[in-house]
């Protein structure tokens, strides 16, 4: 078992930058993704990073905006978001794999956060 604890959304203008962490309660071998699920909307996949840092994979959406990293010393994965849309508003949830890979699929996921609020103004 694993718990994570997301932190750092808020209120931000357009054309802003956020940055999310997740703590996880203890060392993981594994992969670690962020989705987000808008009012009304499915969740939707973000980004994905695996174990060891090596692979990422993002949604086409936030593509050349949004970076994954972790710090395994500190047990903590970080979703940094420049130039915020609009679009982007929704709860942000930190998830781990237990299979270790960088996983589009929310089905891949075993352990999730309890989620954090980004708000974009427009």
């Known amino acids: 078992q694993v718990q994570l604890v997301e932190s750092g959304g808020g209120l931000v203008q357009a054309g802003g930058s956020l940055r999310l962490s997740c703590a996880a309660s203890?060392?993981?071998?594994?992969?670690m993704g962020w989705f987000r699920q808008a009012s009304g909307k499915e969740r939707e996949f973000v980004a994905a990073i695996s174990w060891g840092g090596g692979s990422t994979t993002y949604a086409d959406s936030v593509k050349g905006r949004f970076t994954i990293s972790r710090d395994n010393a500190k047990n903590t994965v970080y979703l940094q978001m420049n130039s915020l849309k609009h679009e982007d508003t929704a709860v942000y949830y930190c998830a781990a794999a237990r299979s270790g890979g960088a996983q589009k699929n929310s089905s891949e996921y075993d352990y999730w956060g309890q989620g954090t609020q980004v708000t974009v103004s427009s």
């Open positions: 203890r060392r993981t071998f594994y992969g």
